[in-house]
């Protein structure tokens, strides 16, 4: 499976970004799909993730801001990132759980500015 995660850029803060995860096969064999962010020098973090059942998790961070989805026809995940923050600055991966392994998507920068 390949990812294309899309949709970061630079935002104000109190603005809202959208990312999107394109799967290259269909997701609804997929289990889990989510994102985490990571910042210079840190370890990726886990953002929010999404079961194959629909239901949804997130860090405290970003909870009541955030909200993550799929549409299996369109093997597509998406992050509704809102009220951002200059601490959400980071780069975003996307992943997906197959079978027990994890693929992942290459980073897309989220940039927000104060």
């Known amino acids: 499976v390949q990812l294309q995660a899309f949709g970061g850029g630079l935002v104000q803060a109190g603005g809202f970004l959208r990312l999107s995860c394109a799967a290259s096969?269909?997701?609804?064999?997929?289990?889990?799909m989510g994102w985490y962010h990571q910042t210079p020098g840190k370890q990726r973090e886990l953002v929010a993730f999404i079961t194959s059942g629909g239901s949804a998790n997130y860090a405290d961070s970003v909870k009541g801001r955030f909200t993550i989805s799929r549409d299996n026809a369109k093997n597509t995940a998406y992050l509704q990132m809102n009220s951002l923050r200059p601490e959400d600055t980071a780069v975003y991966y996307c992943y997906a759980d197959i079978r027990g392994v994890r693929f992942w998507g290459h980073g897309t920068q989220v940039t927000v500015s104060s």
């Open positions: 096969q269909s997701i609804g064999s997929i289990g889990a």
